[in-house]
């Protein structure tokens, strides 16, 4: 069994900054790719940015330059680091990883979400 846990969600004025983490944890043999998306009011989910497990990274264009996702692969965690804030980057965020777990000598990979942290960007 593996799980996402994601926290540091919450209220921020506009120009601010939130560090989002999320920590994978469980039967885990590998992790690839992690990443976090964004779901607003009324939208669908959408990719914020990810990093390999190289330290490869993608952002959208949203939030280039605004945000850093990074990696700690010693303790499985993922960090977006959110500085500028707008009131449109408010959204639920969802942790995403690639994980493989390995049983009984059979290795199966897997995507795995969190379940979601809100930040909210309001005066």
């Known amino acids: 069994q593996v799980q996402l846990v994601e926290s540091g969600g919450g209220l921020v004025q506009p120009g601010g900054s939130l560090r989002l983490s999320c920590a994978a944890s469980?039967?885990?043999?590998?992790?690839?790719?992690m990443g976090w998306y964004c779901q607003g009011p009324g939208k669908e989910r959408e990719l914020v940015a990810t990093?390999?497990?190289?330290?490869?990274?993608n952002y959208a264009d949203s939030v280039k330059g605004r945000f850093t996702i990074s990696r700690d692969n010693a303790k499985n965690v993922v960090y977006l680091q959110m500085s500028s804030l707008k009131p449109e980057d408010t959204a639920v965020y969802y942790c995403n990883a690639f994980i493989t777990t390995k049983a009984v000598g059979l290795a199966v990979g897997d995507y795995y979400w969190g379940q979601g942290t809100q930040v909210t960007v309001s005066s």
């Open positions: 469980g039967s885990i043999f590998k992790i690839n790719a």
């Open positions: 990093i390999t497990s190289g330290g490869s990274t």
